[in-house]
């Protein structure tokens, strides 16, 4: 079994008028199961470079992330569901 779980949206790193954040590019992404491998994928955010309108830079597009449990886990054809090919990201056993 795997489970994956992550957010459509990010957080900006820097605070709003409201004392909040807004909405932004950039998320989390956790992977939990038997055939997923442990540890951090993709480089750590770095808050003070934010990026176009102050998104965080992601590292690991997330078209990355679904082609892999696609093809990898779920047998499918991924470039034929997404459309195109993605950055391989070797989280699968």
Same mark, same amino acid.
């Given at each position: 079994?795997?489970?994956?779980t992550?957010?459509?949206?990010? !957080?900006?790193?820097?605070?709003?008028?409201?004392?909040?954040?807004?909405?932004?590019?950039?998320?989390?992404?956790?992977?939990?199961?038997?055939?997923?491998?442990?540890?951090?994928?993709?480089?750590?955010?770095?808050? %003070? !470079? &934010? !990026? %176009?309108?102050?998104?965080?830079?992601?590292?690991?597009?997330? !078209?990355?992330?679904?082609?892999?449990?696609?093809?990898?886990?779920?047998?499918?054809?991924?470039?034929?569901?997404?459309?195109?090919?993605?950055?391989?990201? &070797?989280?699968?056993?």
């Open positions: 079994m795997l489970i994956a992550w957010s459509e949206f990010g !957080r900006r790193p820097k605070e709003n008028a409201s004392g909040g954040t807004d909405h932004g590019a950039a998320a989390p992404l956790l992977l939990i199961g038997d055939p997923a491998k442990g540890g951090l994928y993709g480089a750590r955010a770095e808050p %003070h !470079r &934010p !990026r %176009h309108h102050g998104n965080l830079k992601y590292a690991v597009d997330f !078209r990355s992330v679904y082609q892999e449990i696609l093809g990898g886990h779920l047998g499918a054809d991924a470039k034929t569901i997404l459309g195109a090919t993605y950055d391989s990201v &070797p989280f699968l056993t």
